[in-house]
T-cell receptor
Framework: AQSVSQHNHHVILSEAASLELGCNYSYGGTVNLFWYVQYPGQHLQLLLKYFSGDPLVKGIKGFEAEFIKSKFSFNLRKPSVQWSDTAEYFC?????????FGAGTRLTVKP | EAGVAQSPRYKIIEKRQSVAFWCNPISGHATLYWYQQILGQGPKLLIQFQNNGVVDDSQLPKDRFSAERLKGVDSTLKIQPAKLEDSAVYLC?????????????FGQGTRLTVV
């Protein structure tokens, strides 16, 4: 069965710092890749998704992610984080009709 | 467009009691998912429906959990009897179709506490 690994459990940054959250998956076939965000007290929301085409995907709120097929990775980036980015971030992989989530990374941005 | 509706938002029960959660997906979405999210972990798929048929229930603890989507629209998830380790947020999600090239839309979840 496929698995999804998120490398960082909790990341603490100051405002304006750059962000990169790692995500790796184990599945050799065609995949769809997602990053979801969960703000405190709110439901999961889609940040961005990759189905095919350009491996550099731009999402909402200035986030982007790059699919590197050879590394089975889909890392999330943002050049300059804001206090309002404080949330939990989940990487998800859909493969063969099987959607799996990583354990999540909690991001705390200090004002 | 209305999102995925779930109720109740919160539920506290004693162990060995029964509980049921309800989900109404986005109108027209054929695929419905139930996930369990334990504190500090990512969502884990419990069951996936395509219309009123079960696509995947391999991770559903069938001795105590059951789910149905009789008319292919809304769905209920039941736990009977509940255990302490069932304390979690139960998320419902829907998507227009199953398979690749589709995204899931999530409801706000039901937070279950078993005491």
């Amino acid at each position: 069965a496929q698995s999804v690994s998120q490398h960082n459990h909790h990341v603490i940054l100051s405002e304006a710092a750059s962000l990169e959250l790692g995500c790796n998956y184990s599945y050799g076939g065609t995949v769809n890749l997602f990053w979801y965000v969960q703000y405190p007290g709110q439901h999961l929301q889609l940040l961005l998704k990759y189905f095919s085409g350009d491996p550099l995907v731009k999402g909402i709120k200035g986030f982007e992610a790059e699919f590197i097929k050879s590394k089975f990775s889909f890392n999330l980036r943002k050049p300059s984080v804001q206090w309002s980015d404080t949330a939990e971030y989940f990487c998800a992989v859909n493969a063969d009709n099987d959607m799996r989530f990583g354990a999540g990374t909690r991001l705390t941005v200090k004002p | 467009e209305a999102g995925v509706a779930q109720s109740p938002r919160y539920k506290i029960i004693e162990k060995r009691q029964s509980v049921a959660f309800w989900c109404n997906p986005i109108s027209g979405h054929a695929t419905l998912y139930w996930y369990q999210q334990i504190l500090g972990q990512g969502p884990k798929l419990l069951i996936q429906f395509q219309n009123n048929g079960v696509v995947d229930d391999s991770q559903l603890p069938k001795d105590r959990f059951s789910a149905e989507r009789l008319k292919g629209v809304d769905s209920t998830l039941k736990i009977q009897p509940a255990k302490l380790e069932d304390s979690a947020v139960y998320l419902c999600a829907s998507s227009p179709q199953q398979g690749l090239n589709t995204e899931a839309f999530f409801g706000q979840g039901t937070r279950l506490t078993v005491v």
